[in-house]
């Protein structure tokens, strides 16, 4: 029985490739300073692997951190608004407090002055719609004593009188109304004249008076003006306002000109009301 020879191809084919292998693994190991192929490959293939892992990891773990900072960032805003918020709640109590004592210690002097009158506080509840307390309520009525005519103090002077009363509210018409008429007299001369009200003039911030004598008395601009002893309406020396401007009329006769008011009648808020009218006074005295 013949053996069958095997091919001596084949094993010259591994040999060619072995030898082929061993030549690259020298040369690999040549070129890479005696560290190995495997060390070779590696940094070709797992090293540059795991860089871009390391990577995407730290840029996870940056997004993460920057996450929580923001909600963090976001918390601290929120309560920093909060508090923000709860201070300028306190800011704005604070600050109508002040102006409430500003307006109360305003009539508390005025008080001061007029101490020969009965008088009783009062606040405005509503006025006539427009940008000016012509015409507006108080929240006082006759269960206080107020009636019709009892003169209406605010600032520093004469806000009007009562026109109308109920049991727990009073409507008041101010002198700057166009149906107001105040005898008024100026302070320093005793001289006496006709206040009217005008409301087309209290948007420059000023009344009108007529009527006063052109005498040889001087009156000048600053001079005061105060109700006067012949009104039948008004108790007598109620600050009215300044001259702000004066003339003598066409007849050479009477002088003209406009008071500033001692008032803003653009944002009364409390007011004192005396509560004796001046028929109550006169009827006093003839009683006497």
């Avoid at 102006?99 to 009783?120: G, H």
């Avoid at 600053?222 to 300044?242: A, C, M």
């Amino acid at each position: 029985m013949k053996i069958k020879k095997q091919s001596s191809l084949s094993s010259k084919y591994w040999l060619i490739v072995l030898s082929a292998g061993c030549l690259l693994l020298m040369g690999v190991e040549r070129f890479t300073d005696g560290g190995g192929p495997l060390r070779f490959i590696g940094n070709y293939t797992v090293v540059p692997m795991q860089k871009g892992i390391s990577y995407v990891g730290r840029y996870l773990s940056d997004l993460s951190d920057n996450f929580d900072t923001l909600q963090d960032v976001r918390d601290e805003k929120d309560a920093l608004q909060a508090k923000v918020d709860e201070l300028n709640i306190e800011n704005t109590r604070l600050r109508q407090e002040q102006y409430e004592l500003e307006r109360l210690r305003e009539l508390y002097q005025l008080d001061e002055n007029y101490s020969d009158y009965e008088k009783i506080g009062a606040h405005v509840i509503a006025n006539n719609g427009s940008n000016w307390f012509s015409d507006f309520t108080i929240d006082k009525g006759s269960n206080d004593g107020i009636k019709v005519d009892c003169n209406v103090l605010a600032g520093s002077g004469l806000v009007g009188t009562v026109t109308e009363v109920g049991p727990d509210y009073a409507r008041v018409r101010s002198i700057i109304d166009d149906a107001s008429n105040v005898s008024g007299m100026v302070l320093s001369t005793s001289d006496t004249c006709m206040v009217r009200g005008d409301l087309s003039l209290i948007s420059d911030g000023r009344i009108r008076f007529e009527k006063l004598a052109n005498n040889d008395n001087d009156i000048q601009v600053g001079e005061q003006i105060v109700t006067s002893h012949v009104s039948d309406r008004f108790v007598q020396g109620l600050f009215i306002g300044y001259i702000s401007d004066i003339e003598v009329d066409a007849n050479n006769l009477t002088r003209s000109g406009y008071i500033t008011p001692a008032v803003d009648f653009s944002k009364l808020q409390e007011v004192l009301v005396i509560t004796t009218t001046k028929k109550d006074m006169t009827g006093e005295r003839e009683s006497e």
